[in-house]
């Protein structure tokens, strides 16, 4: 069953729409408007719920000559390894990592993690996204290293 309804849309708005549209590469409207509204329901949940369930996605790039970075990064990881589900590691080139964490946890947890990541010196084009889970916040089973 679809609910229906009707958007009305000043014409200097409804045209940066339909070029948003061509940019995007959208089909149709409808499909434009539901992304739309998902994203501020995301945004507005993570930011009321701080205590909700989330997966995080951090990307970054670094230099491994950067004095101890990699060093710190790996250990970052293991001291938040009930938040770092998985971490993948690309060697781009002689000098460039760009790795990608899996995190999952509590949406301010998720955050406050990434956003040190991503502050640190040496750390470039850091970004983190986060999805909302909508079944029970966290999976609740513990491991003999949780402490
Ligand atoms: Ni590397």
Redesign the pocket.
């Known amino acids: 069953m679809t609910d229906r309804f009707t958007v009305s849309l000043e014409p200097a708005l409804a045209a940066e729409f339909s070029a948003y549209l061509e940019r995007q590469g959208y089909g149709n409207r409808s499909e434009a408007v539901r992304d739309l509204i998902r994203e501020a329901l995301t945004r507005e949940r993570l930011e009321k719920s701080p205590d909700s369930g989330c997966i995080g996605v951090l990307s970054y790039l670094y230099d491994?000559h950067e004095r101890e970075l990699s060093k710190r990064l790996t250990e970052t990881h293991h001291e938040h390894h009930s938040l770092t589900v998985t971490t993948l590691?690309?060697?781009?080139d002689h000098d460039t990592?760009v790795e990608a964490a899996l995190l999952r946890g509590k949406a301010a947890e998720v955050l406050s993690f990434g956003e040190s990541v991503m502050a640190r010196p040496g750390i470039q084009h850091g970004r983190l996204h986060r999805i909302p889970l909508t079944g029970p916040p966290l999976a609740t089973h513990r491991h003999p290293d949780d402490g």
Do not use: E, L
């Open positions: 491994h590691h690309m060697h781009v990592c």
